[in-house]
């Protein structure tokens, strides 16, 4: 699978080159899977014991206690002479042995057997074609158990195997691998995201995390006991998304989503920063790097890069921004990046970093690279670029674009695209919880209307004017008086064009009909209610 990791990028390989596993689980030493290991290798197994009692046979017996032995030139000739039996004794313990204290061990062996010599991960998929078995069953079984070494060291083996293997995991079986490795990246973070929420409730939380709770290796103490996997799932992650076929199937699964949404919480600077790494390689994809913002990727991370500390952290969100402007293939998605990072305020923080003259070679070039890309789109920039990329981020904010110049010349550029902009934000009006968002949002759909002829009706068939009307009873002040100018707007375009009707019908060059009095009439602040289907508004 090598040749599959990196394209032809000569960056990805150069460092994927220094982040080589053996290296990486040497840094990771000190993560609790690691801890663990160390721990149950010094627990021997008494196989005299499970041979007795029948529960493994006399060949699997011969082999494992020849195996499990601290001679290691003996255990690499055991291991090229007999591969077909080394499969099957261990394949057989993993099946058929219930006690998690010596599958535990069992798993620390093959991991051990496998970090020592990649070839090795062959050997099971040999016996797998041998015997026409499943290859995968055994290890994704273990997945299902409830201690947490079983299964966090089961997926550390399943990674390795699917990456350093030449046969690629089957289709079906990676989406299950890969499905679990994102349910439990979320579910450990929710756990951490409870345990804060506890804290926070007995008026700890906050002081203590502000006051470097962390140790020196990124852990809390609150993460060991509680979140203690999260790194070796995010590790898991890490080796198998350098593979493109394997990228494509963690988008499937809404991978990118899962990842985006740790991110955007609280977790310290190791698990962010191997997370932002699997945003990192999945970028390496042109399809993937023109589709990554849809998912909000460029403001959450703008948001790590203002708060982080760690220059590690810094340097690969540079990295994921210098690719969501390189890799993709459409020139107007990498400039609808570069406007977004432009909105999100990468431009103060590249100053910042400039500023304090790194001494990392690639954190200089990327700085450099991405500011002349952001100040070169500043000057290109239109008003509706600005526009459709804020609202397409998600984050609306009373920015300059708001404004009703805007809208005279732009109301009906929202049409584009089967309405594009139109239903994000109808979108975004069922979906935030964000009161700036909303009363944005409302503004937004009364300016389109006030402006665009047939407005109330697109608004009308696109499902806004009822979550407009919705609005009228958030508990935001902000909110409700947006939405109430929005609604007035609505029923106000409805009125002026009676009023134009009822004009031409009567031929009224002298005074007007009493519907055209109350439409001028509001217009100067008068009150005017609806006599239509439409609940009454009081014009203000």
Same mark, same amino acid.
């Given at each position: 699978m090598a040749g599959n990791l990196a394209g032809a990028d000569p960056k990805f390989k150069e460092i994927i080159t220094s982040l080589d596993d053996d290296k990486i689980d040497m840094l990771a030493a000190t993560s609790v899977l690691q801890q663990k290991a160390t721990d149950i290798r010094n627990q021997k197994v008494n196989w005299q014991s499970y041979f007795q009692s029948q529960m493994i046979s006399q060949e699997d017996f011969n082999f494992i206690v020849a195996f499990d032995v601290n001679d290691s030139q003996n255990k690499v000739a055991l291991l090229r002479r007999d591969r077909t039996q080394a499969a099957q004794t261990l394949l057989n313990l993993l099946g058929h042995v219930s006690k998690d204290q010596t599958l535990q061990y069992i798993l620390v062996l093959v991991d051990d057997m496998l970090q020592e010599d990649r070839s090795r991960v062959e050997i099971f998929h040999e016996y797998a074609t041998l015997r026409k078995e499943p290859m995968w069953a055994p290890f994704l079984n273990l997945l299902n158990r409830q201690d947490g070494f079983i299964t966090n060291m089961?997926? %550390?083996?399943? $990674?390795?195997?699917?990456?350093?293997? @030449?046969?690629?995991?089957? %289709? /079906?079986?990676?989406? *299950?691998?890969?499905?679990? +490795?994102?349910?439990?990246?979320?579910?450990?973070?929710?756990? +951490? $995201? $409870?345990?804060q929420t506890s804290d926070s409730l007995k008026g700890e939380a906050t002081e203590h995390y502000s006051k470097n709770r962390f140790d020196e290796q990124g852990l809390s103490t609150?993460?060991?006991? !509680? !979140?203690?996997?999260?790194q070796s799932v995010a590790r898991c992650l890490q080796m198998m998304l350098r593979i493109d076929d394997y990228r494509f199937? *963690?988008?499937?699964?809404?991978?990118?989503?899962?990842?985006?949404?740790?991110?955007?919480?609280?977790?310290? *600077?190791?698990?962010?920063y191997q997370l932002i790494f699997c945003l990192w390689v999945l970028t390496f994809n042109p399809l993937l790097a023109e589709k990554m913002n849809k998912f909000n990727v460029i403001p959450i991370l703008a948001d790590i890069l203002s708060d982080s500390v760690k220059e590690k952290v810094t340097r690969i969100i540079l990295a994921v921004f210098r690719n969501l402007i390189e890799k993709p293939e459409d020139a107007q998605v990498a400039k609808e990046h570069c406007i977004s990072m432009v909105q999100s305020k990468v431009l103060k923080q590249l100053q910042i970093l400039e500023q304090r003259k790194c001494d990392d070679e690639d954190i200089t070039a990327d700085v450099e690279f991405l500011s002349e890309k952001l100040h070169s789109s500043v000057q290109d920039l239109s008003s509706f670029d600005e526009y459709a990329t804020e609202v397409k981020s998600g984050r609306l904010e009373w920015s300059p674009v708001h404004k009703s110049k805007f809208w005279r010349e732009n109301a009906?550029?929202? !049409?584009?695209? !089967?309405?594009?902009?139109?239903?994000? =934000?109808? @979108?975004?009006?069922?979906? /935030?919880?964000?009161? =700036?968002? +909303?009363?944005?949002?409302? *503004?937004?759909?009364?300016?389109?209307? %006030? @402006?665009?002829?047939?407005?109330?009706?697109?608004?009308?068939?696109?499902?806004?004017?009822?979550?407009? &009307?919705?609005?009228?009873? @958030?508990?935001?002040?902000?909110?409700?008086?947006?939405?109430? =100018?929005?609604?007035?707007?609505? &029923?106000?375009?409805?009125?002026?064009?009676?009023?134009?009707?009822?004009?031409q019908d009567t031929g009224a060059d002298k005074g007007v009909s009493k519907g055209g009095s109350q439409v001028a009439g509001k217009a100067h602040g008068s009150q005017v209610h609806s006599t239509s289907d439409d609940s009454s508004v009081t014009w203000l």
């Open positions: 089961t997926s %550390r083996i399943i $990674a390795k195997i699917a990456c350093w293997s @030449h046969t690629p995991m089957e %289709r /079906s079986d990676l989406h *299950f691998y890969l499905t679990w +490795l994102k349910d439990q990246l979320k579910s450990q973070y929710d756990a +951490l $995201a $409870a345990l609150s993460e060991i006991s !509680n !979140n203690e996997y999260i199937a *963690f988008v499937s699964v809404d991978g990118i989503s899962t990842l985006l949404s740790v991110l955007a919480g609280r977790v310290n *600077f190791q698990v962010q009906q550029r929202l !049409n584009e695209k !089967n309405y594009e902009l139109l239903r994000i =934000l109808i @979108h975004l009006l069922e979906t /935030s919880k964000d009161p =700036l968002v +909303l009363s944005v949002a409302s *503004f937004d759909i009364g300016e389109y209307v %006030r @402006h665009y002829p047939r407005g109330k009706h697109v608004i009308e068939q696109l499902g806004g004017k009822t979550l407009v &009307m919705q609005l009228l009873g @958030h508990e935001d002040p902000n909110v409700r008086y947006e939405a109430l =100018l929005a609604v007035q707007k609505l &029923m106000v375009h409805n009125w002026e064009y009676l009023g134009r009707q009822l004009e």
